[in-house]
């Protein structure tokens, strides 16, 4: 089946560590976004690609890196950098060229401090 | 500055009932808007969407209604099951911006729980 894949779907981060959460689709999608979800809070978009090797930030690009080497992967590191990382995560795609075609999400990384 | 809110913030309805939810939006110009529905620790999943031209969307027991004039769009949901308790998130996408990427502005969402 496609879809897109994130894990781990929990994960624990201690002080002055980065992480990384996986992100990978086979729905042979060009864009793919990052997303940080926050109760009370709509979703805030932290990265985005518009297509291999090229990636832009979002509204709360500070304190997270991604890279996109390849099509079906698009990887998020937290670093120590953020200050404040707890939160969901959800990372999603969708085909470019077609604003109503809908963005296919993950089922998200729940990221928490030890 | 672009806004998208929801009301009411949460709701709980027994099973078989129908309710409506609420969103309205400041996003200028406007391109389409949509509705997601999203699982509790799951991933958001579309229902529909309208573009400024359509006013009436059906997806099974989901409908969602679009005033563009008043910047309004409601999704209705008729006879209620417990497999609707879930989160309604209200997403609207601006047009004509430059950048490319992501013009989308998300509401905070609908907590709805189903009972017995």
């Known amino acids: 089946d496609g879809g897109i894949t994130q894990s781990p779907k929990y994960l624990f981060r201690k002080e002055g560590q980065n992480v990384t959460l996986s992100c990978e689709q086979n729905?042979?999608?060009?864009?793919m976004y990052w997303y940080r979800q926050d109760p009370g809070q709509g979703l805030r978009l932290i990265y985005y690609s518009q297509i291999v090797n090229d990636f832009q930030k979002g509204d709360i690009a500070e304190g997270y890196s991604v890279s996109r080497e390849k099509k079906e992967s698009f990887p998020l590191t937290v670093t120590s950098a953020q200050k404040n990382p707890t939160a969901f995560y959800l990372c999603a795609s969708k085909p470019t060229g077609n604003s109503n075609q809908p963005q296919h999400f993950g089922d998200g990384t729940r990221l928490s401090i030890l | 500055k672009n806004q998208v809110e929801q009301s009411p913030q949460s709701l709980i309805i027994l099973e078989g009932k129908n309710c409506t939810l609420q969103c309205n939006y400041t996003v200028s110009p406007f391109s389409n808007l949509r509705w997601y529905k999203q699982d509790t620790g799951r991933g958001p999943v579309s229902l529909t969407i309208m573009t400024f031209s359509e006013n009436t969307k059906s997806n099974g027991r989901y409908t969602a209604t679009l005033d563009a004039d008043t910047k309004q769009s409601s999704l209705h949901i008729t006879a209620s099951q417990l497999s609707d308790s879930a989160s309604y998130i209200c997403?609207?996408?601006?047009?004509?911006?430059?950048?490319?990427?992501?013009?989308?502005?998300f509401g905070t969402g609908t907590q709805l729980k189903v009972e017995l």
């Open positions: 997403v609207v996408r601006g047009a004509g911006l430059t950048g490319g990427g992501n013009k989308l502005t």
């Open positions: 729905l042979n999608h060009d864009a």
